[in-house]
């Protein structure tokens, strides 16, 4: 598992308003990972995993009823057939720019993550298509000039072949700017009961040993929007806090961590308090520690050996392998060198 450092950098989900939803896929092809599938995808709705294909069971199976309820079966197979035919052209993907890269072994990956968010309220809609190699950015779609972009000179050659295929670039615009939304609004509706489904979190205080930090877990909740904050002696406290990514459980709901490093006595002789905000309703920790001598809750340690194993898959999946850095820039091209899961995966 040590070798899979470098893809579980982060797994960052996006926070999003109650007006906000979105449909994003999330693909990678691997090579220099034999116990991995070579490729594996991930379908998700506001952010909550709903499909999930790899190339070793070579089919999509969907998360929700309702899905099965209102698209059938038919569904999964074309997404699966789909997503079979992605397998290769992400196998070839690889291959190509490990050349361009000059190099020959270890672990390598090519990510490719797209989707489109719309507001309910507003009607404003917003759309993505990156792509990314061993965790960097490589390529992506500026969609106010309609045109793909690369920050590195590995990537000038794919962006000239797909600039000068205008036909794609126009599919790009009908296929972000209208089926897309279709879809996810679709989505939205076929899954009302479940997706605006309100649960609020468990909130425990968790410790190694007695020397080690203390985390506040926030696990449970739906849907994902969460605050988590410390108190030192009823006062607002920011220091030696470190606040962890949202996670998903397997069940649907979320989890969230808050991490306070402070020394044994600064803990004894303070009072500090863990304040969770979800839904307008608070809920705080601020006693029992469980520690691993102790016995934690058995849901709760299933939900955080689910959201485990699903992070195991997400990052080799992509979802997200590397953040978004401030000022993307593009090297200029003249330097030389229905449903959403069907857009076209080019070659390289």
Known sequence: MQSLTGLLLVVCLQYASSA????????????GLTEFPEFVALNLIDDQLMGYFDSKTNHFKSQFQWMEDNL???YEERQTNILLGH??????????????????????????????????????????????????????VDFKEM?????????????????????????HRNYFGTVCIEWLQKYLQYGKSSLEKTVSPQ??????????????????????????????????????????????NADGTFQKTSTLNVKPEEWKNNKFRCVVEHQGKTKAADEKILTNEESAPIGLIAGVVAALL???????????????KKGFKPVSGSDDGSNSSDHAVPQA
Request: net charge negative; aromatic share 12%; with cysteine.
């Open 310 to 324: 699903l992070l195991v898959v997400i990052g080799v999946a992509g979802y997200m392998v590397y953040q978004k």
């Open 87 to 140: 397998t290769e052209t992400f196998k070839n993907n690889v291959n190509i720019l490990r050349e361009r890269f000059n190099q020959t072994q270890g672990v390598h990956t090519v990510q490719l993550m797209y989707g489109c968010e719309w507001d309910d309220q507003t009607g404003a809609k917003s759309a993505f298509r990156e792509y990314g190699y061993d965790g960097e950015d490589f390529l992506s």
């Open 203 to 248: 909130v425990l205080l968790l410790q190694k040993s007695s020397s080690s930090p203390v985390v506040c877990h926030a696990t449970g909740f739906n849907p994902s929007g969460i605050k988590i904050s410390w108190q030192k002696n009823g006062q607002d406290y920011d220091e030696d806090v470190e606040l962890g990514e949202l996670l998903p």
């Open 72 to 74: 059938g079966k038919e």
């Open 147 to 171: 045109r793909y972009i690369s920050p590195v000179q590995q990537g000038i050659p794919t962006v000239q072949k797909w600039n000068n295929d205008r036909g794609k670039i126009e599919n």
């Open 20 to 31: 906000t939803h979105s449909w994003k896929a999330y693909y990678t092809g691997t090579s």
